[in-house]
T-cell receptor, first 108, second 115 residues
Framework: RKEVEQDPGPFNVPEGATVAFNCTYSNSASQSFFWYRQDCRKEPKLLMSVYSSGNEDGRFTAQLNRASQYISLLIRDSKLSDSATYLCVVSHNNDMRFGAGTRLTVKP | DTGVSQNPRHKITKRGQNVTFRCDPISEHNRLYWYRQTLGQGPEFLTYFQNEAQLEKSRLLSDRFSAERPKGSFSTLEIQRTEQGDSAMYLC?????????????FGPGTRLLVL
């Protein structure tokens, strides 16, 4: 079993749609959680950290369920510029493990 | 630009040759990481440094791979006797450890193609 698992997609959604990505992790001792965004042939960039109580940043909402070892990312009112691969990242003692990513394409 | 930089951005080499990549982290960051990423996968951890000390190496890092960070600033990753399976994007990331939550910032990567 992979340490961090994500649905690879692709998710193809129209502009304005709401889309949700899920991620599960195997190490119950994991301490920190993140979502990174990676555009084609570019480096990953931090989208947002994920806090236990859940957190929101504009159109993006992240949730963490430690009991189920599950993380989610919700994107509301999708924009064309949201098209990218979204990487779920789980960290234990500063050792970060990346999921393979979920690919999103937002279409006009 | 005060972000993480990597050189070269692209490298094409023949099987059996040695290659060396360089990473310049964000100047105040004390940790530096190397990752490898292949198509359709997330970045895979290779090794990391805290200042000049190499604290962890993945089992992915075979004897042909060596990394250094001699003065705790820039780092180099060398691959000896390259193989076609080494073709990948090599990403460097840096972070500051000491705050509440460590965040890693990535460089643009070096894309290696071994023919």
């Amino acid at each position: 079993r992979k340490e961090v698992e994500q649905d690879p997609g692709p998710f193809n959604v129209p502009e304005g749609a709401t889309v949700a990505f899920n991620c599960t992790y195997s190490n119950s001792a994991s301490q920190s959680f993140f979502w990174y965004r990676q555009d084609c042939r570019k480096e990953p960039k931090l989208l947002m950290s994920v806090y236990s109580s859940g957190n929101e940043d504009g159109r993006f909402t992240a949730q963490l369920n430690r009991a189920s070892q599950y993380i989610s990312l919700l994107i509301r009112d999708s924009k064309l510029s949201d098209s990218a691969t979204y990487l779920c990242v789980v960290s234990h003692n500063n050792d970060m493990r990346f999921g393979a990513g979920t690919r999103l394409t937002v279409k006009p | 630009d005060t972000g993480v930089s990597q050189n070269p951005r692209h490298k094409i080499t023949k099987r059996g040759q040695n290659v060396t990549f360089r990473c310049d982290p964000i100047s105040e960051h004390n940790r530096l990481y190397w990752y490898r990423q292949t198509l359709g996968q997330g970045p895979e951890f290779l090794t990391y440094f805290q200042n000049e000390a190499q604290l962890e190496k993945s089992r992915l890092l075979s004897d042909r791979f060596s990394a250094e960070r001699p003065k705790g600033s820039f780092s180099t990753l060398e691959i000896q006797r390259t193989e076609q399976g080494d073709s990948a994007m090599y990403l460097c990331a840096s972070s500051w450890v000491g705050g509440a939550k460590e965040t890693q910032y990535f460089g643009p990567g070096t894309r290696l193609l071994v023919l």
